[in-house]
């Protein structure tokens, strides 16, 4: 069965950088779009960012543009999201997801996403 599984969330002052990894595994991913999500409390999930297959598609929302990057490795199934200049605002639930969108809206909403992992909590300080 798929399964992945994110990692390096945590706590972290407001202006400081998190690192999240997020492994995939239980089937091929080729063509596959990887992305983040996030959902803060009593809020909706909302889009963060995705990459392509071939990495030369990349999508961030933008709340997160020039502060976040999205990064992947084919041969290992994993996504990455390097989160620096953090602010209390970005304090959420993050989601790491696997999908086969066919437009970039679909990349951009959770709809266009079939596998999803449990999530890791990033919490920033003011």
């Known amino acids: 069965q798929v399964q992945l599984v994110e990692s390096g969330g945590g706590l972290v002052q407001a202006g400081g950088s998190l690192r999240l990894s997020c492994a995939a595994s239980?089937?091929?991913?080729?063509?596959?779009?990887m992305g983040w999500f996030r959902q803060a409390p009593g809020k909706e999930r909302d889009f963060v960012a995705a990459i392509g297959w071939r990495r030369d598609s990349t999508y961030y929302a933008d709340s997160v543009k020039g502060r976040f990057t999205i990064s992947r490795e084919n041969a290992k199934n994993t996504v990455f999201l390097q989160m620096n200049s953090l602010k209390p605002e970005d304090t959420a639930v993050y989601y790491c997801a696997v999908g086969y969108p066919i437009t970039t809206a679909r990349a951009m909403s959770a709809p266009g996403y079939t596998y999803w992992g449990q999530g890791t909590q990033v919490t920033v300080s003011s």
């Open positions: 239980g089937r091929t991913f080729t063509g596959s779009t």
